[in-house]
């Protein structure tokens, strides 16, 4: 496998804590249909745009990363638990009256039976945008990439990425969200799955994976469209270039939570050291297949990624 550097990535996106609840089943509740969950124990990790910065440090990757948390017991779990992982968040700011997203998920049996969303999607505040547009140059200096990982929770305004966009120097990777791509125009690399991709395109289903591709790389003028297509893969479509087909690595999917996030992460580490999309994207298949292999958001090392890659 190519020897990967220890590169900084430049990290910006829509904050969330994710909530872990595991507990046993062994009865029906007699005030409804549903099942008692005994509780064994909880846990909490840093979810959304949190959770690629967890995957771009098991990768060896030093992460600045550039969000925003509400004045919560959420947002301040959320921070610690960031910077017990060593990520350096002083690009993170805290929105007043704003809600820091949480998503509760009840685990039994290690099934995933339930999952409970606490959040208010409102833009970010004017004046924190213009603040962190003000910041970009020197929070981007020295990254080797840029990472956009939009959960469309209000923080990536059209305004803020295309700031982000100008300000570049290197590559820009971005994991879209909504149906407007054009808010992303200009960016090296974007990263749909198959659904979002066609939502995008304003394509129906009897339109073939090329078209959809074609409008988005119209709209979007950006250098390479990766559509991750679960079991079916990834596809790479390249203005003036024939698509190509990467062929998915799975072997066991107990999970494909967070499955996108590794995709991302590995993307913009080998972008960052200078590979082609096209070993970015080899790379990013094998991360993607052990991380689905593990139940809840898996945290792929280069290591584990070298004993499949020498399996191959």
Not at 173 to 189: E, L, M, N, T
Not at 193 to 211: I, P, Q, V, W
Not at 266 to 271: A, D, F, P, R, Y
């Amino acid at each position: 496998m190519v020897d990967l550097k220890p590169k900084k990535i430049a990290l910006i996106g829509d904050l969330m804590l994710d909530a872990y609840t595991f507990g046993n089943v062994d009865r029906i509740s007699p005030e409804a249909p549903v099942p008692v969950i005994h509780v064994t124990s909880e846990s909490n990790q840093p979810g959304g745009v949190g959770n690629v910065a967890l995957n771009l440090a098991a990768l060896g990757s030093s992460v600045s990363l550039m969000g925003r948390i509400g004045s919560d017991i959420s947002g301040k779990t959320l921070l610690k638990e960031l910077e017990d992982y060593k990520i350096c968040c002083d690009s993170v700011v805290v929105q007043g009256g704003f809600l820091t997203p949480r998503k509760n998920r009840l685990i039994a049996a290690n099934q995933q039976i339930a999952r409970i969303d606490h959040e208010v999607i409102i833009p970010i505040d004017h004046t924190l945008e213009n603040s962190l547009i003000k910041s970009l140059p020197s929070f981007l200096s020295g990254a080797g990439a840029i990472a956009l990982s939009d959960y469309g929770k209000g923080l990536l305004t059209p305004k803020f990425v295309q700031a982000v966009i100008q300000a570049a120097s290197v590559p820009v990777i971005v994991d879209p969200k909504g149906v407007d791509f054009s808010i992303y125009k200009g960016a090296d690399v974007i990263k749909p799955n198959l659904k979002e991709a066609y939502a995008a395109s304003g394509l129906s289903k009897a339109h073939s994976l090329e078209d959809v591709a074609q409008k988005l790389l119209t709209v979007t003028e950006c250098k390479a469209l990766v559509i991750t297509r679960s079991e079916q893969g990834i596809s790479l479509f390249q203005p003036n270039t024939e698509p190509r087909v990467f062929s998915a690595r799975n072997r066991e999917v107990k999970d494909v939570t967070g499955a996108g996030d590794t995709v991302l992460a590995t993307l913009s580490v080998c972008l960052a050291n200078g590979l082609s999309i096209e070993d970015a994207i080899s790379l990013a298949n094998i991360a993607a297949g052990i991380a689905v292999e593990g139940l809840g958001c898996q945290h792929v090392t280069l290591e584990q990624m070298q004993t499949v890659y020498s399996r191959l």
